[in-house]
């Protein structure tokens, strides 16, 4: 067994941000939770801190909102302060819906700061003590950006820009820290509300006939965080 990593979790307090924390606090890794619900976060922590494992280390957390020009610099201050770190996963921002008439300079620059520029200057913040831990960053992105779906210019334009920043910081990087990203298609979130019938409609059409779950992005994730010969590479998943 791999000794335990130190890995914070951005977005921690979302559908897939809390099952990756969770996936990562089970198998004996130290997590470090940033969202910017400090309550959420709290109630997650506490979850995490009682898990059925032996001795399983305590998570950290830390309230934050990347979407301040000083955020992601501040956030990654504060991560340093708590003991370093080793890996880093984004699994944070919303899922705006854009539709083509109401498109608008504020929904591509919100969309854009949320998605591609705090993640890529928290990534930078953090590419030293990453290198020295030879770490790794895996970001969620969306199979939208190959396959385009209607409603969501906005937030696809962000996604798409994340991959191409991500594997440009992955050159960068090379060898010391690997750099990817999963591109997921349509998940299930326990949380929302849904037309069953449009469900069943959307989810024949993918090739697994279902939509996957958040534990399965999770094991995704962390299969990716382990691939130590890999960087560079956007993973296609339940497309």
Partial sequence: M????????VGATGHLGSAIARALARRGDQVVLTARDAERLEALAHELAHLTIPHPPPPRMISADLRAPEG??????????TGGLDDLVLAGGPFPRTPLNALSREALLDALTVHTVAPLLLA???????TLSNGAIVALSDAGVTRPY????????AKGALEAGLRALATELAPRVRVNAL???IVTDPESG????????????????RFGTPEEVAHATLALLDATWTTGEVWGVGR
């Fill in 124 to 130: 930078n913040a953090l590419a030293e003590q990453l």
């Fill in 183 to 185: 591109a997921l298609g």
């Fill in 72 to 81: 992601p610099a501040h956030l990654a201050d504060a991560v340093l302060a």
């Fill in 194 to 209: 849904h037309d069953p019938a449009r469900a069943t409609r959307l989810a024949a059409r993918t090739p697994m006939g």
């Fill in 150 to 157: 209607p409603n969501h210019l906005a937030y696809l334009a």
């Fill in 2 to 9: 791999s000794a335990p990593r130190r890995v914070l979790v």
